[in-house]
DNA sequence: GGCGACAGCGTAACCGGTTACAATGGCGAA
DNA sequence: TTCGCCATTGTAACCGGTTACGCTGTCGCC
C-alpha cells in the first residue's frame, strides 16, 4: 500500500506539500498540485484514516454502544443514527454489551481513540457504574435513558405519558377491568409504562385497585398471561401488555382457549411493531418511532462535537402517539361493561 | 486523558516497561508491573486504540458494507457478525452504500487504515466496477454475491434451488397453475428465484408456460400482483412470490377481494421474515437463515486474517429450508385440481 | 539597488503507542 | 575477584499522516 511518502517522491515534492495538495489547502500551485494527483493516480493512494486521524485528533466515527444488536429496535435506532451521521460524513462503530456489565466496561474503553463520541444506550445499568465507565472527555449522548445525576444530554421516549393515555383510550372505549401485564421488573421502560398505567387508572377509575400480571418482554410471557387469565377466571375486559411481542403470545393464546379479541377482551400493546398492523384484528398500539431516537440522539452528539454545552437540560423527550387499530374496537352497546363485571371471560 | 507517557513518569519507569507491563509481556518484575499498574489506575489510563493499531498495523475491526442498514435483513446480518467477530475481540466498523456507486466507492475507501478486513455485500454492483474499488491488500470476503471472476471468497444462499424446492412443493400440494411473482429485475437473488421456479415449472408440469408477475419485493408491489389475478381473471391456484414481503401484500389484498387462501389459491414466499409465522393462516416459505450468511461470512474472514489463502473455491452456500404453514395446506380431496381449472378465483 | 512582504515549499516535530536494540546490573562460575 | 550471561529496563526509531516554522526566491516599493 503506498504511503503519502511514496506520492512525495514520486511527484518529486516534500511531504508536506503532497499532504497539501491532496487535502486542497492553500499555498500549492497549480503544476505542482497536478503532479501529485497524478502520482496519487498512478500508485493508488489512499490516505490511511488511522494515522490521519492521530494528528488530526479526530476519527469521524462515533461508537453506538446498544444492549445487543439484535430486532427491530436496533435496526431502526442504527438506521436513524445513520442517517444523520451519514450527512456529516461520520462513521458508526458498533459496540455490544452482550447483556454484561463486565462487556459494557469493555465495549467502552475499546472505544477510546476510535471515535469521537459516543451513543449509548444501557436500559440496565446503573448511573453510578455508568458514570465510573465513561470518558468525561469523551462527548457522549444517552438513548433512553435518562441519568440526570450525569449531566449528559440524552434522549428518551415518554413511556409514563403514553401508558397513561393509553390506558385513557382503553377505559374511553368502555373498559371497565384493565389489567396490565409489566414488563422486566429491573427495565426503566416498563416501570415507567407500569407507573403510567397505574396512575391513569387511579385517577380515572379509581373505584378498583388495578391488576398486574408479571411479563418479560417475551412473546412467551404473554402466552402465560394469556393463561393466568383463562385459568383464573381473571375478571378483565381489556388487557394493556407493556409491549407489543407480549401482546401479540398473550393474542395467540386467548385465540387457542377461544377468547375472542376484541368481542370477550379488548387488548392493546406498546411499541408499533411491524406485525402489529398486520395482524386480524390489527393490534392497538402506542407507536414510538425508534429511529428518532436514534437521529435525536446523533444531533445531539453532533452539537456536542462542534463545542456546544450540553447537559441533561438540552434532552429531548419523545411522546408515543396512540394508534388504534381493531384488537379495541369498541363493543356494540354498552353491554360490554356490565357483561364484563359479571364474568369477563 | 492521560498517556503511556504521563504513566510511565508517574510510576518512574520508561515508556517501553510501562508498555510491558500494561500488556503483559514478559521481562518485567513482580514490583515494576504493580507500580505501572498503580499509575494506570491512578491516571485513569485507557490504550489509545488508534495510535495502537498504528504500529501495530492492526486494528481488530472488520468494516461490514451493506446496501442500507435497514429491517430485518439488515439486523439479522449484523447478529451473525458479531456473534463471531466478539469471540474474536472483533469491532464493526458500518459502511452504508446509500444505493449509489459513488457512495459505495466512498465508503470502501473510508475503510482504509480503519479495519483489518472487509465484509461486503454489493447485491446490484458490476463485478468489474467491485474490482476498481476493492483494495486488493485488503482480506474481503462478499456476502450474497458470487463474483467468480474476482476470485473472492463468498457466502450466498442458493435461491435457485430453493425456489426450485418450493415450486415442487406447490405442485406436490395439487397445484397445477402456479404464477410467479419476481423481485426486482437487476436482483441477483430474485433472478435466481425466478430461474428456480420456471426450471421447476419446465420439468415437473412442462404442459404450461409459467406465468410470472413483476414485483420490486415490496409489499405495494404484491399487491398490485394480488389485484391484476383478480380483475385479469388469471387462471391460478397457487402463487408463489419471490419474498415474504410481497407475498403479505398479496394476501392483504387477495383477502379484501374475497379470496380465501389457501382454499381458493395457496400462496408461498421466500425468506421466513418474523412475520411469516404470525399470520393467520401462517404463510408458507423458504427459510434462509441471514444470521448465517454473516456468521459464515465473518468465519472466513477470519480465516483469511489468519493468513489461509482463501478464493472463490471456498465459498458457502446455504441451503435454505422449506417451512410449510396454512397458506399452502392441502384442499380437502381432488377437487381443488378441477375447479381450479375451471374457475380458479 | 536595497528593503520587506509574501507565496511556495521543505524540514522536522508531533500524535500515542510498540518494539528493536543497547545499556545496566545482579549473579554464578572460574 | 573477575568475567560472562541473562533478566530487566531504557533509548530511540518507527507506524503514516499533519502542520508549525523556517527557508528561498519573486515582486513591489521607496
Redesign the interface.
Known amino acids: 500500500?503506498a504511503t503519502l511518502r511514496d506520492v512525495a517522491r514520486e511527484a518529486g515534492v516534500s511531504v508536506a506539500t503532497a499532504s497539501r495538495a491532496i487535502n486542497g489547502l492553500g499555498n500549492v500551485t497549480a503544476p505542482t498540485r497536478a503532479a501529485v494527483m497524478a502520482a496519487v493516480k498512478k500508485l493508488n493512494f489512499?490516505?490511511?484514516?488511522?494515522?490521519?486521524?492521530?494528528t488530526r485528533r479526530k476519527?469521524d466515527?462515533v461508537g453506538v454502544i446498544l444492549p445487543d444488536?439484535?430486532?427491530?429496535f436496533?435496526?431502526e435506532i442504527?438506521?436513524g443514527i445513520?442517517l444523520v451521521a451519514?450527512e456529516s460524513g461520520m462513521?458508526?462503530?458498533?459496540?455490544?454489551m452482550?447483556g454484561s456489565t463486565h462487556e459494557t466496561a469493555a465495549a467502552i474503553?475499546?472505544?477510546?481513540?476510535?471515535v469521537d463520541g459516543l451513543l449509548v444506550m444501557p436500559p440496565d445499568l446503573k448511573p453510578e457504574l455508568l458514570a465510573d465507565y465513561l470518558?468525561p472527555?469523551l462527548p457522549t449522548v444517552l438513548l433512553n435513558y435518562d441519568a440526570g445525576s450525569l449531566d449528559l444530554p440524552f434522549v428518551a421516549v415518554d413511556n409514563y405519558r403514553g401508558a397513561y393515555a393509553m390506558t385513557e383510550a382503553l377505559l374511553a372505549h368502555g373498559a371497565r377491568q384493565v389489567i396490565h401485564i409489566a414488563g422486566p421488573k429491573h427495565n426503566r421502560d416498563a416501570r415507567d409504562r407500569q407507573r403510567g398505567f397505574v396512575d391513569a387508572m387511579a385517577k380515572i377509575a379509581k373505584e378498583r385497585s388495578p391488576v398486574i400480571l408479571p411479563g418479560d418482554f417475551s412473546e412467551e410471557s404473554g402466552e402465560k398471561a394469556a393463561r393466568l387469565l383463562v385459568e383464573g377466571q381473571l375478571p378483565a375486559d381489556a388487557v394493556f401488555a407493556a409491549n407489543d411481542q407480549m401482546a401479540?403470545g398473550l393474542i395467540?393464546e386467548l385465540a387457542r382457549a377461544g377468547v375472542s379479541v376484541p368481542g370477550d377482551v379488548m387488548v392493546a400493546g406498546f411499541d408499533d411493531i411491524?406485525?402489529a398492523r398486520?395482524?386480524?384484528p390489527g393490534l392497538t398500539t402506542m407507536q414510538v418511532n425508534i429511529d428518532r431516537l436514534g437521529s435525536t440522539g446523533m444531533m445531539l452528539l453532533l452539537r456536542l462535537l462542534r463545542g456546544d454545552a450540553l447537559g441533561a437540560a438540552s434532552a429531548t423527550i419523545l411522546t408515543p402517539n396512540l394508534i388504534e387499530r381493531g384488537t379495541t374496537a369498541s363493543a356494540p352497546g354498552a353491554a360490554r361493561a356490565t357483561a364484563a363485571a359479571a364474568s369477563p371471560l
Chains 1, 2 share one sequence.
Open positions: 500500500m489512499v490516505p490511511h484514516s488511522g494515522a490521519r486521524s492521530l476519527t466515527t444488536l439484535f430486532g427491530e436496533f435496526s442504527i438506521r445513520d451519514h462513521h458508526l462503530l458498533l459496540g455490544n452482550h474503553a475499546a472505544m477510546r481513540g476510535r470518558d472527555a401479540v395467540a411491524p406485525l398486520h395482524l386480524s
